[in-house]
Structures are given as structure tokens and as C-alpha cells.
């Protein structure tokens, strides 16, 4: 079986992604397969990496997407290896296009039309089930109908060619209707055992977010629950233990000396004082992506000092008490202060912020309150600078915020794109006057894209090949029309269905699944 690997974005972001180095080296370990891996960019686009091979010279095509801008990304990768986009216009001769990631357990509607297969969940054991199926189709001469129906009897494994969607008269998605025995919602997979499933890097290359950077997977999933969080509310919560841990940074070899910890939550992991002593103890650097500012300790900003890391990033997301308790995320303008203060004593002179606009609430004042946190910040690390005898960065990051499936916030609107575009001028006006200060901004426009494909059904697929088409974002809403407002609206409280309901996330079901120790 040859398998292509797709990470639809560039080298550099894809590269960056643990799923990328597991699925690639699962693929690799078996005897009857031969996996190689493409992105989305050119002169890759269409073509694999190892060998160059046009993409529709493959037996499966396995998408793994993780942003849903990256869905005319995923497209424009068909278009550009020839391959039909619609799964209805494919035959025998066709790559199977299968998809899994983040964004197919939080809604595999959108794509669904173009997909032949979604693998559900966490894809470590059903990656291998899928290529065995597809293998045994080729061996028996199965149709591609035949080939699907026996994919989808995969647990795990969603064909959306299997079910036609109902939608009422006023265009609500009401049900989906299965052409054959069918039952939804699709559950997840979900890894047990996330010991017997290592997750560390099989490649280290200077040219990702982690250069040369050996990264390991220690936790998956967060427990803290923040309403607007699409991981704490989809992935189960679960610790790999510290043995295994220290296994994987061991086989690191002479592969790099520097370790990326990657997790949601760092200071859910319990035994984080062990690891970071055992990592300072063998002479191994390391490096975390983001931290919670209530949990930063004197031990962890040691071990990044040691480690040479001289950049912190939080992410308070509001600077605003009430408004922080609203969306959950109960971390206070003291504790980000304090944090950041501690860092400064440790030398970590670089801070990087980021905040979200557009919550429901939000009102100026939750603005200025973001305004001030950043000049208190920015005056501890002034303070600093006169004895450290050198004057840090700081680094903010503003995103439109983008309601998402199976939170708390899943039904709020998108915020009305003058509120956000007049906000984002407040921010910049104030910020300018800030010393040392850069100011970093998502599109409203790309995030209201984002909006409609993190909520929508399989019509906003067509929105995703007219961009993949070559038309601007901007031409591809004005096309769609004002039907783009039933997806970035409050969403009705009990009408019908929702797209994503035709999937059970892991965090929805695992927890009682482990229970039961099925």
C-alpha cells in the first residue's frame, strides 16, 4: 500500500505537528506499506516529498487537518494532483481520500462531500484498521461502493457518502438520512493507553516552529474547561506516565539535545517537577510553548533559564475580571503580573501575549483593561532592564474569537466586523506608543471564514473550493451571499440538528468508556 501523508500548510507548520511524525513513522513500521508525506505549498503542492510522485499515483491520500483555514488548502492539493474533488466523481482509479485531525472531531461536515472516509478521534490504532481494510479491498478486487461500505464498519470510520443530509424549508439542517443501515453519531477512537502509543518526533529539522528541536508528547487533552476551548472540550484528559516520558527523551539519541514539552496543560501534568529535574540532570534543554501564568513556579522558569529559552508566552485571552469569568478563564491581571515578574528575575526578558476580541460581553472597557495590562507589563519589564542592563520584547497577539462545536460557546455570534475592526484600531493607536512593543492581528475576515467552516454544513464546501479555485476570500464570501449569516449568527437553540452531531468527540464519550474498561 502506498500511503501519502498531506499536512495541507506549509512544511514548517506541518513539521511542527506531532500527529505528522506518529502517523508517519506507525505507516513506516509496517511490513506492507510504504508512507511518504506532502504539504501545501509549492513546488511540494500535488507531489510527495520522499519521491516526488504525483499524489494521484497513490493508493490512499490521508489528510490530516488541524486548522479549518486550512480546508482550500486541502482542496487546491486535489485540484492540483488531478484528482476529482468530489467524492462522487471519483472511480476505481482514484486515490481513496480519507481525512482525521483536530477539525474532523469537531466537525467533519464541511469536507464531507470531497472526503471518501474520516477516521474519527485519536488515529493511532485506527489509521492501521483503515490501511488493512483498504488493503484487503485491493486483494479481493472490492469495488470502491464495496470498498467504502466496508470502511465504514470500522469503529471510528465516518463515509459521509453513506448518509444524505435533510435540511427543512427555511434551510436547517433537520437529519441525515442513512442510504443504507447506518447509526449516528460516529464515536471516536480514542487511545487508552497513551504509554503503549509513543508520540516524539521521528525527524529533527531546523526548519520548523521547534528548530532542531526533539519534541514529546506528555499529556493530551486539558482539564481546565475554559468555555471557548475547542481541546478541553473535545479530547479527554490523560497523563503519560514519567517512565515513559524519560524513555522517549533517552531514544532521542543524537538527535538533538534540546526537548519540547508538548501538552495542554502543563501544570496538570503531576509529576512535572520530576521531569524537568531528570531533563536538567542528563544535560537536555528545554522548551515549552505556552504556560498558565497561575501556574508558573520558581522550579519550571530555573529549568527554562537553564535551558536558554528567554521568551515566556501566556495566554490570558481577556484582561478583565468578569469578562474572564464568563468565558472561564479565571486568570488575573496579579497572577500575569506576578508571572511575569518571576520571569524577569530568572532573566527571561521576552514576553509574548495573547488575547481574543469579540467575546459575548465584551464591551470598551474590557479593551482599555487589555490596553493597561499591557502597559503594567511593559513597566515591570523597564524596571528590569535598568538592572538586568538589557530591555526585553514584547509580543501581542490578538485573535477574533471563533465560536466552536461541542463548548459551552458553540451558539454564540461571530462579533459584527466593524466592533472588531474598530477595537483592533483602539488596540494598535494605544499599543504604538508602547516601546519595544509589536503588535500581531488575525484577520476579522479569516476569522469569520474560520466561523463559517467551524460551524458549517456541507453546503459551505463550496465556499472552500471557490477559494481553493483561486478566488480571494473577500470574492468568495461576496459569492456566497447573505446565506454566509447562518453560520456566523447565534445558532437556534433546538432546531433540527447540529452538522457536528453525526460525531461523538473523544471527551464525550471516553470518559465512561474508560470506566468500563472496554
Known sequence: MRVCLVFPNTYHVGMSNLAIHALYSILNSRNDCICERSFSEEPLLGHSLESGSRLGTFHVIAFSISFESDYPNTLRTLLAAGIPLRTSDRNGNHPLIIAGGPCVFSNPEPLADYMDAYGVGEGEEVINEIVDACSDARARRLTRASTLRALSEIPGVYVPSLYTPIYSDNGSLTGMEPKYEGDLPVSSRIILDLDGHPCSSVIVTPKTEFADMFLIEIGRGCGRRCKFCSGSHTYLKRNRSLDSVKEQILSAGNMSRRIGLVTSDLAGYPKRNELIDFLLNKGFGFSVSSVRADAITEALLTGMRTSGQRTLTLAPEVAE??????????????????????????????????????????????????????????????????????????????????????????????????????????????????????????????????????????????????????????????????????????????????????????????????????
Open 321 to 518: 475580571e468578569k469578562l474572564a469569568a464568563l468565558i472561564g478563564k479565571n486568570i488575573s491581571a496579579e497572577s500575569l503580573l506576578r508571572a511575569v515578574d518571576m520571569a524577569l528575575s530568572q532573566t527571561i526578558v521576552n514576553f509574548r501575549l495573547y488575547f481574543m476580541l469579540g467575546f459575548p460581553g465584551e464591551e470598551n472597557e474590557h479593551i482599555e483593561a487589555i490596553v493597561d495590562l499591557v502597559r503594567n507589563t511593559h513597566g515591570l519589564m523597564r524596571r528590569a532592564a535598568k538592572t538586568l542592563r538589557k530591555m526585553g520584547k514584547l509580543t501581542i497577539s490578538v485573535n477574533p474569537f471563533v465560536p466552536k462545536p461541542f463548548t459551552p460557546l458553540e451558539a454564540v455570534p461571530f462579533a459584527e466586523s466593524a466592533i472588531l475592526s474598530e477595537r483592533i484600531r483602539t488596540l494598535r493607536q494605544a499599543l504604538s506608543r508602547i516601546p519595544n512593543t509589536s503588535l500581531l492581528v488575525e484577520s476579522p475576515r479569516m476569522s469569520r471564514l474560520q466561523c463559517v467552516f467551524a460551524r458549517g454544513d456541507r453546503r459551505v464546501g463550496r465556499l472552500a473550493e471557490m477559494v481553493a479555485r483561486g478566488q480571494t476570500v473577500a470574492q468568495a464570501i461576496r459569492a456566497f451571499g447573505s446565506e454566509i449569516e447562518r453560520y456566523t449568527s447565534a445558532q437556534p437553540k433546538r432546531v433540527g440538528m447540529r452538522p457536528w452531531h453525526t460525531i461523538r468527540p473523544p471527551a464525550w464519550h471516553g470518559r465512561a468508556v474508560i470506566e468500563k474498561g472496554k
